[in-house]
T-cell receptor
Framework: AQSVTQLGSHVSVSEGALVLLRCNYSSSVPPYLFWYVQYPNQGLQLLLKYTTGATLVKGINGFEAEFKKSETSFHLTKPSAHMSDAAEYFCAVSEAGTYKYIFGTGTRLKVLA | EADIYQTPRYLVIGTGKKITLECSQTMGHDKMYWYQQDPGMELHLIHYSYGVNSTEKGDLSSESTVSRIRTEHFPLTLESARPSHTSQYLC???????????????FGQGTRLTVV
């Protein structure tokens, strides 16, 4: 069965510092991986996704993530945090043929001035 | 631009009332989903549909029911609301399509339900 683990329910970084949000997955077949962002009282917005091909994927707002099969990881990074990045971030996995999306528990990012 | 709409955005209702949360999408997607999200917590899949007249229960047991009579519409109903149903409900849709893999799910803005 597929599952997602996000390490760290809360992460704080200073404005301008590196953002690193961790995601590990479990899947019996090659997975499709996603990062979403959620602002208060809003739905989820896609940041980026990995399906096949290049393992380093770039998304919106300067975020990127690298798929590492050997580590079953898909960590999200941004070189320089901005105040507007403060939000909840969710990692998700989907397997071919299931059409279901399984989400991690989320990481709340706080950006300090 | 494709979009997915949920109404109402906020609902406060008394115990025992019947409620329906609406979800509509304009993208022609076959796959639709309902997730329940408690404050500061993960999303739990409670219902999904792969097309008209197709509905399945998700990974989290829910007393709610759904229907899929039209492709674009996927309402969720609670026959008798209870305080334990207080939560945020998120609707989503996707369309892997033939030959297209790894399509993302598109989300509505959610309905925050409070049962008093």
């Amino acid at each position: 069965a597929q599952s997602v683990t996000q390490l760290g329910s809360h992460v704080s970084v200073s404005e301008g510092a590196l953002v690193l949000l961790r995601c590990n997955y479990s899947s019996s077949v090659p997975p499709y991986l996603f990062w979403y962002v959620q602002y208060p009282n809003q739905g989820l917005q896609l940041l980026l996704k990995y399906t096949t091909g290049a393992t380093l994927v770039k998304g919106i707002n300067g975020f990127e993530a690298e798929f590492k099969k050997s580590e079953t990881s898909f960590h999200l990074t941004k070189p320089s945090a901005h105040m507007s990045d403060a939000a909840e971030y969710f990692c998700a996995v989907s397997e071919a043929g299931t059409y279901k999306y399984i989400f991690g528990t989320g990481t709340r990012l706080k950006v300090l001035a | 631009e494709a979009d997915i709409y949920q109404t109402p955005r906020y609902l406060v209702i008394g115990t025992g009332k019947k409620i329906t949360l609406e979800c509509s999408q304009t993208m022609g997607h076959d796959k639709m989903y309902w997730y329940q999200q408690d404050p500061g917590m993960e999303l739990h899949l409670i219902h999904y549909s792969y097309g008209v007249n197709s509905t399945e229960k998700g990974d989290l047991s829910s007393e709610s029911t759904v229907s899929r009579i039209r492709t674009e519409h996927f309402p969720l109903t609670l026959e008798s609301a209870r305080p334990s149903h207080t939560s945020q409900y998120l609707c989503a849709s996707s369309d892997p399509g033939q030959g297209i893999v790894g399509t993302e799910a598109f989300f509505g803005q959610g309905t925050r339900l409070t049962v008093v």
